[in-house]
T-cell receptor
Framework: DAKTTQPTSMDCAEGRAANLPCNHS???????VYWYRQIHSQGPQYIIH???NNETNEMASLIITEDRKSSTLILPHATLRDTAVYYC???????????????FGQGTTLQVKP | KAGVTQTPRYLIKTRGQQVTLSCSPI?????VSWYQQTPGQGLQFLFE???????NKGNFPGRFSGRQFSNSRSEMNVSTLELGDSALYLC????????????FGPGTRLLVL
């Protein structure tokens, strides 16, 4: 089972910031939080990941709470092309037998509206 | 650098047949993982290969198998196809597997009639 909980769906106005929450209360100290998105029937696209510090790249920002039990993906200026299913994944710890495995939940369907 | 490529992109088979799907990882990547996506079950891990060895396996029947070649290209095979095998099959590559970021291909959509 997925170790994360996300809202099923969210709406966002075009040009506004989209803030996608994720709860991962059972995360272990050496597990990363990964975000992927999947635009209709395409392969998932890697967005960003982090361990404990906030991260930013050209696509998004990732804010992880100090206790690491939740995080928020921020798309600063959402466009219609950002409409997709967003998956928050806690990566199985390195060194375990399952390191090559991503466990996907149901994700959040983000609808960006004009 | 070219991304992960998968062939074919679309495939129609009938029950009882077998199918082979191919995945070429990003150049230099040595780990390939396979996933199945269906509307009912979502994205599920099938198996991972690294250096021609299966390193990890998901909870799928033995009809699902795979292999990896010395150039890191991977194939997966499904024998005795069932209607429920209709799905989007995705492969993802990473440099060394383990805790590294996986990059996905566009997928192969399989329809079993």
């Amino acid at each position: 089972d997925a170790k994360t909980t996300q809202p099923t769906s969210m709406d966002c106005a075009e040009g506004r910031a989209a803030n996608l929450p994720c709860n991962h209360s059972t995360i272990s100290g050496n597990e990363y939080v990964y975000w992927y998105r999947q635009i209709h029937s395409q392969g998932p696209q890697y967005i960003i990941h982090g361990l404990k510090n906030n991260e930013t790249n050209e696509m998004a920002s990732l804010i992880i709470t100090e206790d690491r039990k939740s995080s928020t993906l921020i798309l600063p200026h959402a466009t219609l092309r950002d409409t997709a299913v967003y998956y928050c994944i806690v990566r199985v710890a390195e060194g375990s037998s399952n390191t090559g495995k991503l466990i996907f939940g149901q994700g959040t369907t983000l609808q960006v509206k004009p | 650098k070219a991304g992960v490529t998968q062939t074919p992109r679309y495939l129609i088979k009938t029950r009882g047949q077998q199918v082979t799907l191919s995945c070429s990882p990003i150049s230099g990547h040595r780990s390939v993982s396979w996933y199945q996506q269906t509307p009912g079950q979502g994205l599920q891990f099938l198996f991972e290969y690294f250096s021609e060895t299966q390193r990890n396996k998901g909870n799928f029947p033995g009809r699902f198998s795979g292999r990896q070649f010395s150039n890191s290209r991977s194939e997966m095979n499904v024998s005795t196809l069932e209607l429920g095998d209709s799905a989007l099959y995705l492969c993802a590559s990473s440099l060394l597997g383990g805790g590294e970021t996986q990059y996905f291909g566009p997928g192969t959509r399989l329809l079993v009639l």
